[in-house]
């Protein structure tokens, strides 16, 4: 199924224009525009903004796609010019460094469409839709599956990702398929058994691990970026009763979890049988701030961002955290979170 329609022709990186843009260090760089489509790559562009934490610095190079076409010709692009690719998606569960990303940034979060398909009860979605949206959107039609995930404020294509969950329910119990794109341009469609699965984690976060196809291979997970998504779930039930029970569970999340600062949700993966948050807790850190970034007082597994905090708070904040319950519980803490740049220094 082909979810993405071309705007124009397909753009090539052969046939790009250039423009001459001043960036912050006096430094001549160029605009690209891919030609057929309303797609520009552009030099420097500060990463903050496009964060739930409201920090970081900029990406060497930023694209952000509207289709499927346009995503192939920046992957075409950075291949040529040998830059590193990294995909960001809401930017919901991201430290983005201070000193920024090198290579090219590419944002997932304008890849739209949704299907809720009757016949076989399966919702496929692009990368870019909110799962809060589709949480809703399932709600409202009846459909159950998705209420756990009302409260989490990422995208379908990260969801895939990093296996989100919530109340005892995860990305993983109801994937059917997953369409990703290789960095020379081809899609290939796997299975929740071929992404390997497990809390909070998959083989397409960052690392090396066997190739999807071929056990036997080695190849970098970051390299396949999700650009659809199908989800099985159970249509035909009340919709008021789903929408009730939906609401039930944003209102837990708004109850139990801090949202009037910035923050990139759960920090820490939690080591059973322990939650992180009553380790944290019980470490006597809540509260605790480190510049402008505080172990919350709601919920101590959270973060936030107090106003003015930098990327090098935060992370030294979790480092502190992660000492300290090592030297109280000899529990080493491992960050749901994911970094990305340089943070070699920070602390």
Not at 208 to 229: F, H, M, W
Not at 273 to 280: E, M, Q, R, T, V
Request: charged share 15%.
């Amino acid at each position: 199924m082909t979810i993405y329609q071309a705007a124009g022709n397909v753009c090539t990186v052969s046939a790009l224009n250039t423009k001459k843009h001043q960036t912050t260090n006096s430094v001549e760089s160029e605009v690209i525009y891919l030609p057929g489509t309303d797609c520009v790559i552009k030099p420097q562009a500060s990463l903050s903004a496009f964060t739930s934490y409201r920090v970081g610095g900029a990406a060497d190079w930023y694209v952000a796609p509207r289709n499927l076409e346009a995503l192939q010709a920046s992957l075409i692009y950075a291949k040529e010019r040998d830059l590193k690719v990294t995909t960001l998606g809401a930017g919901s569960n991201l430290l983005v460094s201070d000193r920024g990303i090198s290579g090219l940034v590419i944002a997932t979060r304008h890849l739209r469409f949704s299907h809720f398909d009757p016949d076989t009860g399966q919702l496929t979605v692009a990368a870019g839709e909110s799962i809060p949206s589709l949480a809703w959107a399932a709600a409202e039609l009846g459909w159950q599956g998705l209420e756990w995930a009302v409260g989490i404020p990422g995208t379908a294509g990260g969801a895939v990702v990093m296996n989100a969950g919530a109340h005892n329910s995860c990305i993983a119990d109801m994937l059917v398929s997953a369409q990703v794109l290789s960095p020379d341009g081809t899609l290939e469609t796997i299975t929740p058994e071929q992404l390997g699965y497990s809390y909070r984690t998959s083989l397409l976060q960052g690392g090396e691990s066997p190739s999807l196809g071929d056990a036997t291979r080695t190849q970098k997970r970051y390299q396949r970026i999700v650009t659809q998504a199908t989800l099985q779930l159970a249509p035909g039930a009340d919709p008021a009763q789903v929408v009730a029970i939906t609401k039930q569970h944003k209102k837990h999340r708004l109850s139990t979890q801090p949202y009037n600062f910035p923050s990139c949700g759960s920090v820490f993966r939690n080591p059973k049988p322990y939650s992180a948050g009553w380790l944290i807790e019980q470490t006597g850190l809540k509260g605790y701030q480190i510049g402008g970034a505080q172990v919350a007082l709601l919920h101590a597994n959270f973060i936030v961002n107090r106003g003015g905090a930098k990327a090098s708070d935060i992370f030294c904040l979790i480092r502190h955290i992660q000492h300290q319950v090592q030297e109280r519980w000899s529990i080493r803490l491992e960050p749901e979170v994911k970094m990305l740049g340089e943070f070699q220094g920070a602390c």
